[in-house]
Structures are given as C-alpha cells and as structure tokens.
C-alpha cells in the first residue's frame, strides 16, 4: 500500500467513486463518442475534431480489454482521420453497442474488420461461429509479457489458433508487457479469470504511464516500491492479493524447482517450460476454469432428474406424478415447470449425497466453497444463517460458558445461548438514539469485559466473541484489531463474526481484509513473521510487569503470535448477498483446533438440520458459489459502484436533497470511532488514499452498499415509506427505522434501478413541494411539526440493564453475564409468572418502590428488531420509557392485552438449574 502523499487532492480520478465507476464510464465514453460521430455525420454541431477529442479520450484503458482490439480501434481512427464520417458512425455504433449489450461475447461479427462484417450475409445455419464462438461461457487472459505492446496481435492470434470445437469454454487473451499494466487489467477488467505471466516483462508501464500510475496509486498500489527481484514471482504474489480467484500461470526457462520453492509461487497454478506447447497451455487454462465452474452436486443432481426411477419413498411430488395427474393442482406444476418435480428426492444414494453426513458430491461441494471463501471447511445449512448460528453456539459452547454477546444481534444468537445454556455478558453498541438504530461494538468496550472477568478470575470460562459484521445497517468492524486485540487477553478465544450480510464481501479487494477470513488470513500471515514476535516482546517490555487495566484498555494490544489458537467461525446468509435460494447459507470455519470439535459440530448439524433437506437449495448453495469464483468480482463492484451512484444522486440532487438523504459514514460513525479523520465516500476532498487508509485503520468502516435513507425529513416514518413505495411504486427496500429506511445494492442491481429509484424519489418531491404550495402558512406548520417531531421527538434507547440475582450465578461485581436459559425456563412454570400491563401504574410503583420486575421472556419490537428485554433481565425506567414511546405494532414476546409476562420475584430461584 502507498504512503505517498496524494499529488492532488480531491482531483476528480482519484475520488472513490470514480474508482469504482471506471466500468460504467467506459461504456458512457463510448456511447459519447457514437453520439458524437452521429452527429458528424449528420452535419450537426460535432465535427471531426470533436469526434477525435472523444476517440482519444478513450485512453490507454481500452489495451486493457480483449474487444474491441487493436484492429477495430485502428480502423475506427482511421475512419475519423480519413473524414469518413459515416462510415465512423456506423462503426462507432457497432463498438459501442457490442460493449453496452456484451453481444461480443458471443457474436464473432462484433469482432471482424468493418468490411468483413458489411459483406457478411446472416446466415442461420452458421449463426456467430466464424471464429468459434457460440454460446459457451467467454471470459478472458492476461498475457504478461516482454514486447506485448508490439507482438500484441501475434500474441491474441496465437491464441486464437488454440481454439478447439470441442472446448468447453472460449477466451481472448489481453496482452500486455509490463507489471503496472497487469495490475490495472486485472483490477479494471472483470472478465479476465486467468493470467499467464512470461519471464522477462517490464516493471513500469511505456507510453501513457503517468495516466496508469495515477490509477495504480489511486488503487492504493505503488508499484515502484514492490521488489523488483523476481517481478514474475511479485506480480503473482501481488495479483493473488488483489483477486485470490484468478488462475495464475508461469511460462518459464528456468528450473521450475526453483521457483516452486518460492513461497511467492503458491498461487500459482502451474508452472510450464516455455518451449512446451502451447496447447500445454491452452489446455491449463481451460481446466482451471472448469475447476471453478464445476458444482458436484448440481452437477448430479441435474443427471439424476434425468434419469428415468420410480420412487416407492415418501415424497409423492417427486417426479412430478401426483402434480401433473390431478386436475386440481396442475396449475403448480405448470407454474415451476417439471424440472423441479424431477430434481426432488428424499433419496440420499443413486447419484445424490446426505447433506447431514456428507461423502460424495456435497462434500466435494462443500471442500469447493471452502477453497472459494478462504477458509478450511464449509457447511453448506438449508434452513437459513439463524440454524447456522444456532449450531456454531451449540458446537461450541457448554453450560456455564460465557459469551460475550452483541445485545443488538440477530435473534438466532440470543436463542442459540438458551439452547446450549452459555451465559451471555452482552456488550453494547454505540446507539444513533436520532435514528433509533444502533451501531456496532465499540473495542473498548469488549476489551473491558474482557478484563473485567480477569479481574474476577473467570477469564477462562469467556469461550466466545460473538460479532455482526457487518451490521443490519452496514458498520464495519475493524475484524483483525478486534481479534488480535481480544488474543492478546485471551490466546484461544473463539471467534463467531455473523457475515449474514456481507458473504459477498470477499470479492471485493476492498471489503476482503474486513471480512472473518480476510483478517483471519492476515493474522496467520503475521503469526509466521519473525519480525511479529519482536513486535510482541516490545510491547511487552513497555508495558511492563502488572500493567493496569486502563492502561491496557488505551494500548493497542499486541497477541503473542507463539501462544495464539486462532479459532474463526463465519455465517452467511448465501442468499442474502448472493445466488441462492431463500434459506441457503453458509457455515465457514477457519479453526486450528477443529479436529477436538469435529465431533460436535456432527451433533450440531444433526440437532439442528432437517433430516428432509431441500434438494434445490444445496444445489443454488453450489451454484452460488460457481458464479462467485467466475464473476463475483464484477458482479461486487458493479453493486459498490450501483451504491454510489445513488448517494451521489440523492444527495446532490438540487430537488431530492432538500427531503431525503442518504447517511454518510461521518453520519453512522462517530467522530472517535473514525481515527484518520475520514468523513464520507464522496465528500469533496476526500479520495481513495483516505478510504484505503480508513478500511486500513479506523475502528469502524460503513458499507458503501447499506444506505440508509432518511424519509422523516420528507414526513414518512419508516414503515410508512416502505409501504408506499412498494404498493405505489414497485420499489421494495429493506428494513426500516422511525424515520428512515435502508436501502441495499446487491450483484442483481442495474443503472436503470438507479434511474428508476431517483425518477421516483423527484415524483415524490415534487408532489410534497406542490402539496406544502397549494397548503399556505398551516399546511406548511403542519409539515414542519411532523417532520420535527420524526426527526426529534425520538425515544432514548435503552441498554441492557442487568440480570436479575437469582440469574447471576457466580458473576462478580463488574461483569453482568447470566443464566438466562434458567430465567427462559421459569416462564413455563404459570405459577411462578405474573403479567403487568404496559400502562398500569403498578407498573409505576414497582419501579419505584420494588419489588424489582423480572421479564418472563424476550421482548423485540420490529423495527429496530433487538431484544429490549431477555429472560430473567430486571427491567428499568429506561426500557419502560421505550416500551411506552414505541409507536410500532410488531413486537414479538409482548401481547399488549396482557401486558408484560414477569417472573414473580419470590418464584425466580425455583428453576434455577446448575
Ligand atoms: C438475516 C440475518 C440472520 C438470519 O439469517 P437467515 O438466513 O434469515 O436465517 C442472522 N444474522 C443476521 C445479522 C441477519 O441479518
């Protein structure tokens, strides 16, 4: 990463969301530049030295995709020098669309010459084949090598002569000659999957440098301090770094021994002698691609449904018989089609495999989803992330063990500890009372827990950390400090971080270092320094003896890289930020000692798991993760770039910006938690080297893609917004607040959704603005009081309060982890229970006088969706406020008519089990 000083700051390139929009601005440049060769050529206003401006502004970027090519552009140039106008036109017509629609990829025609293509006569029979090219999935090599700029052509034909009918899969290849330019391809173009790098490339770029070297700076790579050694060896190190999916290939004259040897070589795929064949080659690549694009069990069971069996199983829609016999429920047959009436089974032989004890396909499925997230194992979980949490706890934690626990996390957390009788000590976020959500954990605070249970002796029964990452709303914790920080006081804590949001996150070189098994990778890279170790005795040095616990709190904590067990859990909701059915989700483990808990995690899943899983749902499990190793990395950016385009739009937007808004990160994270000083992806000034310092360092990072969009400024509460735009406009958004709603990009969003989003959000404006004209002076009062009082009038959130005694167990005077699966259980005693009305001033007068009450159960309002009140937790002014101010109807645990379920306070030791 760089640490030189930004030459210009604020410099429109170097902004992120110009970083992020170079896929979409290509297109936008080629689309211009047919515009304006139109316009030549309709002897409108452009001329040709207007159409030539735009053709250069194309920019060396364009040597970094397959199409259109050398050719193509050079006929184009000429066209323009040659005052060819329409001639110009018509094939800038050609590029552009074939660009804007990717056609290219599988229509030969976009690629010949000008005049090849007008003298081609369409013909059905031989539709797009000339070169080769149908219907199999395209992608596209890098070819690193001396003299690339001028053996360039040579280079793509060569390849091009390798083609065979029989391949499965067709590629261009994008030849470049030097280290500066690799990285720039491989970071701008997604459609690259393999590079193959030739021995004697340049360090630094030729030509138009200085445009590459900005970008390259601007991506937080400085090339020029990258060890120039062996520049093969370091691009694949590096490139590995950016886009751990590509397949990476070395064509060498050296002895492949030695190179092998190098630890830099690991992400090479396969190292050939130069003299070789190239077919050697060709062939390489072609696996490597069908390594990733292979799903064992999609694969299988796509045989299966072909296969003609009758079933004498339960299952009677298996095949499809008792659907499409009946005259009643044909209609669902012909709604789902027969494929997915074939492909259903309750058989785990014949070609399918038992997701509950893996061995064949599902297991081979599970091995790939571990090579493509970056961690050891994965289960694969079909009833959602709230079963995968469930069993990470049950696995994992034992009665009595402590967990240190996010009160504001997913409900499957808080049960998963009833479940498995762990003793949450929660830790709170920091809260955003003005737009009643919460943000995420501060480290301070869990360092402090941590020490507390030290100081009380019980650090050995703290078992787990258990983390959102990133939240609801789209805080980001700072993964690898927290944990390093936490090993520091702790050497083998367990680590649960609930990804259900972020699962795409690893395909982003962005948000990867941030993710679980992007800093668990970071932290094993840094235990196997030498250097990690000095650091640690250092620190150790410095702070001497019995340091205090303040002072430990104010440190930056270094872990003994000798005595850490690093031990990561990661859960993902797959079908939340990916390709898969409703319910598919992921359970990830990066655990050293995994082998002692093997074992239970089988109990887990055999708790946990339907013994019926859907056949569908592993099979989108698998798919998901196809279409992440081949096109996750576009896909990803593409949604970062989707994001910003809508904060950009909203906020800027002279009419929109005066109703809505959408949240920046110096309005979701507070000043302290934010140490470089970065305020917001598009604040003016600020630009990629501050949000690579920013992911790099700050505690806290916010997820371009989570936007929370204020709507109470615009007089909408949450809820009401949500619905209004659903029902009048199609537009459905995620959760909501008091008065705001949350919006998400994902790898399904399109400019269009853009456009269609901001076209909505005028009507809406426009609408409000003729409303308070047509009001006069109380209109306009009335609006201004609704708004304040969404903006304003907002209730205090509550904190935990605490356990009430008879669930404390043995815990001290500082911590406040309890025994709430006893509390849980003494609700099912009616004797032992009591309901109080909300607004009883019994209510009033227990608070005052005692004696204390005790909820009976969880309580969670939706929004803000956590639990206000868990078993056996002594309930306080502050949550009764709350409670009372809450406008929302949806509140789990809590029936208004009968009011709060209470354990009675002389009934609250009977359960109590040890
Ligand atoms: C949605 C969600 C879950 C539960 O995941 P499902 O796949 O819906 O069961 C768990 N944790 C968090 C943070 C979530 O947002």
Redesign the pocket.
């Given at each position: 990463m760089t640490d030189k000083a930004a030459t210009s700051k604020g410099a429109s390139n170097r902004r992120i969301d110009h970083f992020f929009s170079l896929p979409g601005a290509r297109a936008d440049r080629w689309r211009a530049l047919h515009a304006s060769a139109r316009d030549w050529a309709r002897r409108g206003r452009s001329d040709r030295a207007g159409v030539r401006a735009l053709f250069d502004a194309l920019g060396s970027y364009e040597g970094f995709f397959a199409y259109p090519g050398n050719k193509l552009l050079s006929s184009l140039r000429e066209r323009i020098d040659g005052d060819q106008a329409e001639a110009a036109a018509a094939l800038a017509q050609r590029i552009s669309e074939a660009i804007l629609t990717k056609s290219y990829k599988a229509d030969a025609t976009d690629w010949q010459s000008a005049e090849a293509a007008a003298e081609a006569t369409p013909d059905l029979n031989t539709p797009t084949m000339a070169r080769g090219m149908g219907r199999r999935p395209y992608f596209e090599m890098l070819v690193v090598a001396p003299g690339a700029s001028t053996r360039g052509d040579s280079i793509i034909e060569q390849v091009r002569r390798l083609r065979r009918p029989e391949d499965a899969f067709i590629y261009e290849a994008v030849p470049v000659s030097s280290f500066e330019e690799a990285i720039c391809a491989v970071i701008l173009n997604p459609t690259i999957a393999a590079v193959t790098l030739y021995e004697g490339f340049f360090h630094e770029a030729q030509g138009e440098a200085p445009v590459l070297r900005d970008f390259l700076a601007s991506a937080g790579y400085d090339a020029a301090h990258i060890a120039g050694d062996d520049l093969p060896l370091s691009l694949a190190d590096v490139l590995k770094r950016i886009r751990p999916e590509l397949d990476l290939y070395m064509l060498s004259d050296r002895h492949v021994e030695h190179i092998a040897g190098d630890p830099r070589a690991a992400g090479i795929r396969r190292v050939l002698y130069s003299v070789e064949e190239l077919l050697e080659l060709h062939l390489c690549v072609l696996e490597g691609i069908s390594d990733r694009f292979r799903t064992p069990f999609f694969d299988n069971l796509k045989k299966y449904a072909m296969r003609p069996i009758s079933t004498f199983h339960a299952l009677p829609i298996a095949r499809g018989k008792s659907v499409f016999k009946s005259d009643w429920i044909r209609d669902m047959g012909e709604f789902y089609g027969l494929n997915i009436f074939l492909a259903e089974s309750s058989a785990t032989t014949g070609g399918l495999d038992s997701l509950l004890e893996p061995t064949g396909n599902i297991k081979e499925a599970q091995e790939m989803a571990a090579r493509a997230f970056g961690c050891d194992h994965v289960f694969f979980v079909t009833n959602?992330?709230?079963?995968s949490?469930k069993m990470v706890h049950q696995a994992l934690v034992a009665p009595g063990d402590i967990v240190l626990l996010d009160r504001n996390?997913?409900k499957?957390h808080h049960y998963g500890l009833v479940l498995a009788g762990g003793q949450p000590l929660y830790i709170e976020a920091f809260p955003m009372t003005e737009y009643s959500m919460y943000g995420a954990v501060p480290l301070a605070s869990i360092k402090k827990a941590l020490l507390d249970l030290k100081a009380e002796g019980r650090l050995d029964r703290a078992k787990m950390v258990d983390l959102?990452n990133c939240t609801?709303d789209g805080h980001i914790y700072n993964t690898r400090r927290v944990m390093e920080e936490c090993l520091a006081i702790k050497p083998d804590l367990i680590f649960l971080w609930?990804e259900?949001?972020f699962g795409f996150a690893r395909w982003s070189p962005f948000l990867r270092p941030r993710t679980a098994m992007g800093a668990a990778e970071a932290i094993e890279k840094w235990m196997d320094d030498p250097a990690s170790v000095e650091a640690y005795e250092a620190q150790q040095k410095e702070l001497g003896k019995n340091p205090s616990a303040a002072k430990l709190l104010e440190t930056r904590l270094i872990p003994d890289p000798r005595k850490i067990r690093l031990r990561v859990y990661q859960t993902n909701?797959t079908?939340?930020s990916m390709s898969s059915l409703r319910?598919g989700?992921m359970l990830l483990v990066k655990d050293i000692d995994f082998a002692g808990v093997e074992a239970q995690f089988h109990e887990a899943v055999f708790t946990h798991a339907s013994t019926s899983p859907n056949q569908q749902l592993i099979a989108s499990l698998d798919v998901a993760r196809r279409q992440m190793e081949l096109e996750g990395y576009g896909l990803v950016a593409n949604a970062i770039e989707i994001a910003l385009d809508i904060r950009k739009e909203v906020n800027a937007h002279p009419i929109i910006s005066k109703y809505f808004k959408v949240l920046g990160a110096d309005q979701m994270i507070p000043a302290e938690y934010r140490q470089t000083g970065f305020t917001d992806f598009l604040t003016p000034g600020v630009d990629w080297e501050d949000q690579v310092r920013s992911m790099h360092e700050d505690e806290f990072c916010l997820d371009p893609t989570r936007m929370t969009l204020v709507c109470g400024t615009a007089g909408f509460d949450g809820t009401q917004f949500k619905k209004m735009m659903a029902d009048e406009y199609d537009i459905q958004f995620n959760k909501t607040s008091r008065n705001s709603v949350l919006l998400q990009s994902n790898i399904n969003n399109t400019r269009s959704d853009v456009a269609n989003l901001i076209r909505v959000l005028l009507e809406i404006c426009n609408k409000i603005e003729r409303e308070l004209a047509r009001g006069g002076e109380n209109g306009r009062a009335a609006f201004a009081a609704r708004v304040k009082s969404l903006m304003e009038d907002v209730p205090d959130l509550p904190n935990f309060s605490h356990f009430h005694e008879a669930y404390r167990w043995d815990a001290g005077k500082k911590t406040s982890e309890g025994d709430m699966r006893s509390a849980f259980y003494s609700a099912y005693y009616p004797e032992g229970c009591e309901y109080l009305p909300l607004d009883s001033p019994d209510v009033d007068q227990r608070l005052k006088k005692g004696p204390e009450m005790i909820s009976a159960n969880f309580v969670i309002p939706y929004p803000p969706g956590f639990p206000i009140m868990v078993p056996g937790q002594v309930i306080t002014k502050e949550t009764i406020d709350f409670m009372r101010k809450l406008d929302v109807k949806e509140i789990h645990g809590f029936e208004r008519a009968k009011g709060l379920k209470l354990i009675r306070p002389d009934h609250a030791k009977d359960h109590v089990r040890k």
């Open positions: 959602g992330t709230s079963t949490n996390c997913h499957s959102t609801f609930d259900a949001w909701s079908h939340k319910q989700s």
